[in-house]
């Protein structure tokens, strides 16, 4: 279902390119960027009003999120027939509203079900999972772009639909597969719902069930650590939207032709999966965090050097390879690093509200930063990512730091960390 919404919300380069910048003029002046623009700031805006109905209605994670894609996907549907870019912007304007309950809400279930050293690895296959199938949209998008023609439409508008028809099926399939919370979750026994909230009372003493105010919310809005994971988020994500929705743009100008610009767009998706997923198994072996998000982002950084001063087109996109990889794996260790130093599900259910956030203006930087008036090679946009590179070190380097004092002084006596005696801070 994650990968659907990140099709839906990034198959705008695939859809300009298969006619949409004619038939509605995205090509002229800045629509493309506002249309980009315009799904962030809902998305951001109701990411915590989402997850707050999410955790204080009682609503189950096999309503909710299938619930939501469902909805994202019927007006994906519905943008195949908009008559111009206006009506375009406003559609994206909705996605944004629903698409705001899926990512948080996936991040908030499947923290409840794993003790933190042991969740990177399942944040990154869920996430990176869904990422790789969203690279592979441009390919997909192509293939319907070509055979379009034989049913009447243009380009553009079946990729909208068939996008948009295969999230609903992704929400049909997920009624009957996305399980509910462990504590009443009806795909295992009670044995195994007994080992499973064991495991997690052990690590960070937070089974007990919480009613989450409004109060609660702002009381949590108040650690500065979240928007610290916010910020770190929000430049990680900077770079994956701005490869998703200009990539294919940035190939094209190097003179390949539409269909390989696509194509060429989708294998740094799959060394991303691989890379990210290793990171994060050693990542949970050793108990860290920290270090994992600084050499990622050293990696996203040279390779976005190389994709931008590349001294061919080979090397230029091998070096997408590590810009991709490098930001991608950043995306979930961030998320699980984030997960990882808040105690209590009311903390848990705000925390992952307000880093996603993050990611939706992270989007937003992206969409600025790439302006068409740099096309072919948008060099202001690629040293706005190393920037924000350079950012996650250094604030990476922070809160290492800090986390570090607080778990010596913790280890001697002098503090006690997030209410317990025994929790300690992941590095």
């Given at each position: 279902?994650?990968?659907?919404?990140?099709?839906?919300?990034?198959?705008?380069?695939?859809?300009?390119?298969?006619?949409?910048?004619?038939?509605?003029?995205?090509?002229?002046?800045?629509?493309?960027?506002?249309?980009?623009?315009?799904?962030?700031?809902?998305?951001?805006?109701?990411?915590?009003?989402?997850?707050?109905?999410?955790?204080?209605?009682?609503?189950?994670?096999?309503?909710?999120?299938?619930?939501?894609?469902?909805?994202?996907?019927?007006?994906?549907?519905?943008?195949?027939?908009?008559?111009?870019?206006?009506?375009?912007?406003?559609?994206?304007?909705?996605?944004?509203?629903?698409?705001?309950?899926?990512?948080?809400?996936?991040?908030?279930?499947?923290?409840?079900?794993?003790?933190?050293?042991?969740?990177?690895?399942?944040?990154?296959?869920?996430?990176?999972?869904?990422?790789?199938?969203?690279?592979f949209g441009n390919i997909i998008a192509y293939g319907w772009?070509?055979?379009?023609?034989?049913?009447?439409?243009?380009?553009?508008?079946?990729?909208?639909?068939?996008?948009?028809?295969?999230?609903?099926?992704?929400?049909?399939?997920?009624?009957?597969?996305?399980?509910?919370?462990?504590?009443?979750?009806?795909?295992?026994?009670?044995?195994?719902?007994?080992?499973?909230?064991?495991?997690?009372?052990?690590?960070?003493?937070?089974?007990?069930?919480?009613?989450?105010?409004?109060?609660?919310?702002?009381?949590?809005?108040?650690?500065?650590?979240?928007?610290?994971?916010?910020?770190?988020?929000?430049?990680?994500?900077?770079?994956?939207?701005?490869?998703?929705?200009?990539?294919?743009?940035?190939?094209?100008?190097?003179?390949?032709?539409?269909?390989?610009?696509?194509?060429?767009?989708?294998?740094?998706?799959?060394?991303?999966?691989?890379?990210?997923?290793?990171?994060?198994?050693?990542?949970?072996?050793q108990r860290h965090r920290g270090s994992y998000v600084i050499?990622?982002?050293?990696?996203?950084?040279?390779?976005?050097?190389?994709?931008?001063?590349?001294?061919?087109?080979?090397?230029?996109?091998?070096?997408?390879?590590?810009?991709?990889?490098?930001?991608?794996?950043?995306?979930?260790?961030?998320?699980?690093?984030?997960?990882?130093?808040?105690?209590?599900?009311?903390?848990?259910?705000?925390?992952?509200?307000?880093?996603?956030?993050?990611?939706?203006?992270?989007?937003?930087?992206?969409?600025?930063?790439?302006?068409?008036?740099?096309?072919?090679?948008?060099?202001?946009?690629?040293?706005?990512?190393?920037?924000?590179?350079?950012?996650?070190?250094?604030?990476?380097?922070v809160l290492m730091a800090w986390y570090k004092a607080q778990?010596?002084?913790?280890?001697?006596?002098?503090?006690?960390?997030?209410?317990?005696?025994?929790?300690?801070?992941?590095?």
């Amino acid at each position: 279902m994650y990968g659907m919404s990140l099709i839906d919300r990034t198959d705008l380069p695939s859809a300009r390119l298969n006619g949409a910048e004619l038939g509605l003029g995205l090509g002229v002046g800045q629509r493309y960027t506002i249309i980009t623009c315009v799904f962030f700031i809902t998305y951001i805006f109701f990411e915590i009003p989402a997850n707050y109905v999410f955790k204080r209605s009682g609503i189950s994670p096999k309503i909710w999120l299938p619930g939501c894609t469902l909805c994202f996907g019927l007006i994906k549907l519905g943008s195949g027939w908009v008559p111009n870019w206006q009506v375009l912007a406003g559609v994206r304007v909705l996605l944004g509203i629903f698409e705001a309950g899926l990512f948080p809400g996936c991040v908030y279930l499947i923290s409840n079900w794993y003790p933190r050293h042991v969740l990177a690895k399942r944040i990154a296959a869920f996430y990176l999972g869904g990422a790789c199938l969203g690279g592979f949209g441009n390919i997909i998008a192509y293939g319907w772009g070509q055979i379009a023609p034989r049913y009447g439409l243009a380009g553009w508008q079946w990729i909208f639909i068939m996008m948009g028809v295969l999230t609903i099926v992704s929400a049909i399939i997920g009624f009957v597969l996305v399980p509910g919370f462990p504590q009443n979750s009806t795909t295992i026994n009670d044995h195994e719902r007994k080992l499973i909230l064991k495991r997690i009372e052990i690590d960070r003493h937070d089974v007990v069930e919480e009613k989450l105010t409004v109060g609660e919310v702002f009381k949590h809005l108040g650690n500065i650590r979240i928007w610290a994971y916010g910020l770190l988020f929000c430049l990680s994500t900077l770079p994956a939207y701005a490869f998703a929705y200009f990539l294919s743009l940035i190939f094209r100008g190097f003179g390949y032709s539409v269909a390989l610009s696509q194509i060429l767009s989708a294998p740094p998706y799959v060394f991303a999966l691989i890379y990210g997923f290793g990171l994060g198994a050693v990542s949970d072996k050793q108990r860290h965090r920290g270090s994992y998000v600084i050499l990622s982002a050293l990696m996203a950084l040279a390779g976005t050097v190389g994709l931008g001063y590349g001294g061919s087109n080979a090397g230029r996109f091998a070096a997408a390879f590590f810009a991709q990889a490098g930001c991608q794996s950043n995306v979930s260790m961030v998320v699980s690093w984030s997960s990882n130093n808040v105690r209590t599900q009311n903390q848990r259910a705000v925390n992952s509200a307000v880093v996603v956030a993050g990611g939706g203006i992270g989007g937003i930087v992206a969409a600025v930063a790439f302006q068409q008036k740099d096309a072919p090679g948008y060099i202001p946009g690629l040293w706005t990512v190393i920037a924000g590179q350079i950012v996650i070190i250094a604030v990476s380097c922070v809160l290492m730091a800090w986390y570090k004092a607080q778990n010596r002084k913790a280890d001697e006596g002098k503090r006690v960390l997030e209410g317990h005696q025994t929790y300690r801070y992941t590095l």
